[in-house]
């Protein structure tokens, strides 16, 4: 039988969209001689709803979504995801669940068993596992319909498991000979190959194909990078869909050995570089869509932060959707508006130059009875920043425009950036790329098509906020930084493991772990920006702003 | 024999102060004959830590730390909270446990069963549940020990119960005579009533005493109310520790029954607006003084807000470290700087007078080639509103002062404030005071001592930004407003049910919900602010940015 899988790019809580799309996919594959075909994880409202599924009548939409879905969708079986309400006594609203609709009708449901509940993940927060899971007969197989965290257990492939019970084995064990996956599985770095060599273990493991759909397109800071995947029983890829975009592929069911391939098999995205690229033009096209503008604005230092940036966003929204906002200021050097103008005439994105000079002198003026004979400090850098950020955030209300803001990992990990400053903004693009991978991805933009001025490139970083101010004034190199950061922040290792580590001085260490911990509150009011690493500051790193410093 | 509840605030991951306070309350109780003493849930570390229970240092330093204690009150038994290694495939890294000490080391260690997971709580993201527990023997009695969430779930008071099990009833039906509990049970209105009752109906229907510690102090977002208790079997309370302070109480544990009364009675607050404003008053003490500031900057516009807020602060740091700042721009009335002097005056707070017109100005000028002959909007009023967001930041990195913003839970739901400008700040000390409480508070505030102008109480509430505005012009009246925002996120109802339960224009609820979701990218952008409420904004509300309004 011809399987397809529908790799959609939903919106949260947009029912009609998201069924109108579910529906256009079905009856794609029905006219293509599909006899089922698969919709990712929770595909009827997008994932994640996170609370949105406590409120009645989320689980109400979702349920009649599913059933209009069915009785426009006959003529082919329908398996997608949606939340349906707990029992009682559970002590929540919702189940993480997938549904079976065929002929009409909703034939078939089961919930999620293992509820992910780390990093980004929430799920015990809102949903009650099921208690029970059962198999479902189609087209001659022993279907084991699994919800994504479900599949990611396998005692042969993890040196250290989550949970006790593995959903897949059970389902095997009791008959199950065709392993179905449902997920919304979010992208970072190492994940694709991760996910792909796990699910390898399992149709390898189990003797069984393994068919699993993600979900594709940005949900706040989440990037969902589809790369949908059927795995033979001898572990042979037999299709495959896009990395990071839609997609609609189709398989056969009784063909399902490396001998005979008969799946699509549509290029992914290959390489570091080319998928932290992707992940972050698709996770700014569909935040800014998805919140209701078209447009982005951008200031443009003649750094490489805001060029990186802004050929992110030009290829995100179009360059005729980005305007860049250079604005000089009391220290700026000529060559960094040059660079800017450069940049913005390279991506052929509108430039405009505002001089921050006016405010800054305005706003020093008025501060002189309070600040009196006191000596210049940050106070004087801030109010630099936060004029930029005045600006940027006046042309955005009056223009209707996106402030993207510029920070970078390695930055805002330290708290070297300026809160209602350089922070402003809707989205923080960057914000989980340490500066190492800032270069990186500036060499990858430049060897596609050459937009970011090498002077940009080549020039110390720097802030620009006082005479002659070089980042490496207060940061350690940042090879250095990066690699304290990576330990600190990912691996959660102590100042001690990591001075010993890497033979870097252990007061050092303890001074950068200092600058993170007490930027927390920086971070707390920081916009929301797209995580491509494992672990990435905002929603999936909860720590105390209030706390003493372990360093 | 002699019990103490040792009532103490503590900061989150500084082991060292903590433990210093632990021993010298536990010696303190020996002194006083006591044999036993309990301190709250994670005394050791403090509570909320977060994601720093996942750092293996964190947990290491809680053992030793506890091991210090045991070895520096031999003398008098102690039990504290603590985190301690979680099982291996348990697939976390802790366990949220309770140590008894005696005879300077750790003898026995019951980890918690329940594991709260809703609202502000991520006990499941953090740790493993307890497996099973146990009683010990102390004093000729069978203690049950449980922690917090552990006594949440009687079957006899729960309409609707979250767990399937009861941890107090399984020990108590195993032999247990004697309930004893550890909390962290941060305060909302209510909620102390609801937690002594609760507490009364395990007494009575369990038919032992109950003994209940629980922390006190603000930690980030939370407050917690202390209001420890102890109740006899008949469900009479015996014994009761103040209210947000720190205390340290007795009770012989042979006589417990009303009757024969012998533990300590401190007063608790009573009534909604002297619990509320204790706790907004506490946790901006806490919070100032635990992120290591000893004064608080705050704008003050005349009206009711800043007042409230300057009061709090007042209180909560003393008048001699509040700085109020004027702040008159082109639309200030002349009535509103006179109003705000007169608070400052009242208060005896420092008051500084800084005009935004200069900078306002100056921004208009440097915008006005990009803006040309586009017409004033919201743009220019966010500019003065930014540019007081400004100056106060200036002060604050000047001087050293945290700013503490002004804005009501009525404004931040429906985003009737300004990202970057009047929401600037560390705390937002009144973000969960809807404004119909703003004006009970201020009416309580003056009932001790009149210190808020007549005409700040008296006006229309008005931004200022534009002519004669006033807030009226864009918002339903705020009795409307806040009764479909009490139903609308607390309740969870929908537009059609919030329309008919009031009586209300479906068109205006709908209207006020599609604010409310709209706002939500300046919410998640927004200082922390005091948790007073059952549901707050912040961390215990998470709802996706980009995503289609129900409404």
Same mark, same amino acid.
């Given at each position: 039988m011809k399987i397809a899988l529908g790799q959609i790019n939903p919106t949260v809580g947009d029912f009609s969209r998201n069924a109108a799309k579910i529906i256009q996919f079905a009856l794609q594959a029905r006219s293509a001689g599909a006899g089922l075909i698969l919709f990712p994880e929770l595909a009827v409202s997008g994932y994640p709803p996170l609370d949105l599924v406590e409120r009645p009548s989320f689980v109400v939409r979702s349920r009649a979504t599913v059933e209009r879905i069915a009785a426009e969708t006959q003529g082919i079986a329908v398996i997608c995801g949606l939340v349906t309400p707990a029992e009682?006594? +559970?002590?929540?609203?919702?189940m993480n669940s997938a549904a079976l609709l065929r002929e009409g009708r909703i034939d078939f449901i089961q919930s999620k068993m293992l509820l992910p509940t780390y990093d980004v993940f929430d799920e015990m927060r809102n949903f009650a596992p099921a208690k029970s899971q059962q198999l479902f007969s189609f087209g001659g197989k022993q279907m084991a319909l699994t919800i994504c965290e479900?599949?990611?257990?396998?005692k042969r492939f993890?040196?250290?498991?989550?949970?006790?019970?593995d959903p897949v084995e059970e389902l095997v064990r009791a008959g199950g000979n065709f392993v179905l996956n449902i997920s919304a599985s979010p992208f970072w770095l190492g994940k694709r190959e991760l996910r792909r060599d796990m699910l390898t273990a399992i149709a390898q493991n189990q003797k069984v194909p393994v068919a699993m759909v993600n979900q594709v397109g940005g949900n706040d800071s989440l990037v969902f990078d589809g790369s949908s995947l059927v795995i033979a029983p001898?572990?042979?890829?037999i299709a495959q869909a896009k990395s990071f975009e839609e997609d609609l592929i189709y398989f056969d069911?009784?063909?399902?050995?490396?001998?005979k391939i008969s799946g699509d098999m549509h290029p992914q995205t290959v390489g570091e570089e080319a998928s932290a690229y992707e992940a972050l033009v698709l996770g700014t096209r569909d935040y800014v869509h998805k919140c209701g503008f078209e447009r982005a604005i951008i200031g443009l230092s003649g750094g490489i932060d805001s060029a990186l940036t802004a050929s992110i966003a030009a290829d995100a929204l =179009?360059?005729?959707?980005v305007i860049g906002v250079g604005m000089p200021g009391p220290?700026?050097?000529r060559g960094s508006i040059d660079d800017a103008r450069e940049l913005a005439s390279n991506l052929k994105i509108r430039f405009e130059l505002l001089s921050i000079n006016e405010i800054y002198e305005a706003a020093r003026q008025t501060l002189a009875p309070v600040f009196a004979a006191m000596p210049q400090d940050v106070a004087e850098e801030n109010i630099q920043s936060r004029a930029r950020g005045l600006l940027l955030m006046a042309m955005s209300n009056k223009l209707g425009a996106l402030v993207l803001s510029t920070g970078n990992k390695s930055e805002l990990a330290v708290g070297y950036c300026t809160l209602y400053g350089?922070?402003? =903004? =809707?989205?923080?693009?960057?914000?989980?790329?340490p500066k190492a991978l800032v270069y990186r991805l500036s060499a990858y933009v430049n060897s596609r098509?050459?937009?970011?001025p090498e002077a940009t490139i080549e020039k110390p970083p720097s802030a620009?906020? =006082?005479?002659?101010?070089?980042?490496s004034d207060s940061l350690p190199p940042y090879d250095v930084l990066d690699a304290i950061l990576e330990d600190y922040v990912?691996? +959660?290792?102590?100042a001690e493991q990591i001075a010993r580590s890497h033979n870097f001085d252990l007061d050092l260490v303890r001074r950068v772990i200092r600058m993170v911990e007490r930027s927390e509150y920086k971070r707390q009011q920081a916009a929301p920006g797209i995580k491509i690493s494992a672990k990435a500051f905002g929603y999936g790193r909860r720590f105390p702003i209030a706390a003493k410093s372990e360093a």
């Open positions: 009682a006594d +559970s002590g929540k609203k919702a479900d599949a990611w257990n396998d993890w040196n250290r498991r989550l949970y006790r019970v001898d572990g042979e890829v069911s009784e063909k399902l050995d490396s001998q =179009g360059s005729e959707n220290y700026s050097s350089d922070m402003v =903004g =809707g989205l923080a693009v960057i914000s989980d790329v098509r050459k937009v970011i620009e906020l =006082g005479p002659d101010q070089k980042d990912e691996e +959660s290792c102590s």
